[in-house]
């Protein structure tokens, strides 16, 4: 199975929120906004984060998708 992101992107753009911005709302370091960008695992808790600063589940922000 893969993480994927995308929805998270989409989230960003629909509240015109840039991927610096977001790492500054949140605390985040850009090292961890690269894992996101490249669909890689991250800390639970850096996702419980993301949801509470944009006010949304987890499941408005990553994915799973089954790997064929």
């Known amino acids: 199975m ?3 992101y995308n929805k ?7 509240k015109k929120i ?12 850009p090292s961890i906004m690269a894992k996101l960008d ?3 695992y991250v800390a639970l808790s850096v996702l419980e984060r993301i949801c509470l600063t ?8 990553v ?6």
């Open 54 to 61: 944009l006010d949304c589940d987890i499941g408005d922000v």
């Open 18 to 29: 840039k991927p610096s911005a977001l790492s500054k709302m949140t605390g985040i370091a």
């Open 2 to 4: 893969a993480v994927q």
């Open 38 to 40: 490249r669909d890689e």
């Open 8 to 14: 998270l992107w989409k989230l960003m753009i629909d």
């Open 63 to 68: 994915e799973i998708v089954k790997e064929p």
